[in-house]
């Protein structure tokens, strides 16, 4: 069965940093892998998605994640945070092959600072 | 495009009493999720309709949830009766029916927020 761990369950940067969201999976053939935004009291938002080719994918909001399949990793970057960016984030495999079923890691807080 | 909608918002229910949860999905999608999120946690897959089939729901706790998709639209979820450890965002997502895996993005409802007391 599939997994994911966010091990950074929150994380404080200053608008204007860079940032990088950590997470590992687990998943016994190619990963399908996702990284969601959740504002408060709204519902999930996809920011990128990984599913084959360019292990670097762009996403929305000047977001991106590498694909390291050695260190089975798709950690989310950004170069600059902006203070809207405050939410919490989640990482989520996806099965291959029909099903489309998504397991979620627990997520990270992040906060941004002024 | 209108995205996937969700009520009540907000429920507040004393333990033992049964509540409901509605979802409609974007048109057009055949596929049609129900997950839980307690706080702290990620969202966990309940159910999985394609239409008004069951896919998956090995993990919904079938001796009090319960969830229905009769016409292969809008779709219920039903706890009865409620515990305290109930208490979560209950997430309704949608996704087009494609074979190719990479189409199949889920699109995600705003949530009902379940107080159990």
């Known amino acids: 069965a599939q997994s994911v761990t966010q091990p950074d369950i929150h994380i404080t940067v200053s608008e204007g940093a860079s940032l990088e969201l950590r997470c590992n999976y687990s998943?016994?053939?190619?990963?399908?892998l996702f990284w969601y935004v959740q504002s408060p009291g709204q519902g999930l938002q996809l920011l990128l998605k990984?599913?084959?080719?360019?292990?670097l994918v762009q996403g929305i909001k000047g977001f991106e994640a590498e694909f390291k399949r050695s260190q089975s990793s798709f950690n989310l970057r950004k170069p600059s945070v902006h203070w809207s960016d405050a939410a919490e984030y989640f990482c989520a495999v996806g099965t291959t092959g029909g099903g489309n079923k998504l397991t979620f890691g627990t997520g990270t807080q992040l906060k941004v600072e002024l | 495009e209108a995205g996937v909608a969700q009520s009540p918002r907000y429920k507040i229910i004393e333990k033992r009493q049964s509540v409901a949860f509605w979802c409609n999905p974007i048109?057009?999608?055949?596929?049609l999720y129900w997950y839980q999120q307690i706080l702290g946690q990620g969202p966990k897959l309940l159910i999985q309709f394609q239409n008004n089939g069951v896919v998956d729901d090995s993990q919904l706790p079938k001796d009090r949830f319960s969830a229905e998709r009769l016409k292969g639209v809008d779709s219920t979820l039903k706890i009865q009766p409620a515990k305290l450890e109930d208490s979560a965002v209950y997430l309704c997502?949608?996704?087009?029916?494609?074979?190719?895996?990479?189409?199949?993005?889920?699109?995600f409802g705003p949530g009902t927020r379940l107080t159990v007391t």
């Open positions: 990984y599913f084959s080719g360019d292990t």
């Open positions: 998943y016994g053939a190619t990963p399908y």
């Open positions: 997502a949608s996704s087009v029916t494609d074979t190719r895996d990479w189409l199949r993005e889920q699109y």
């Open positions: 048109s057009g999608h055949a596929t």
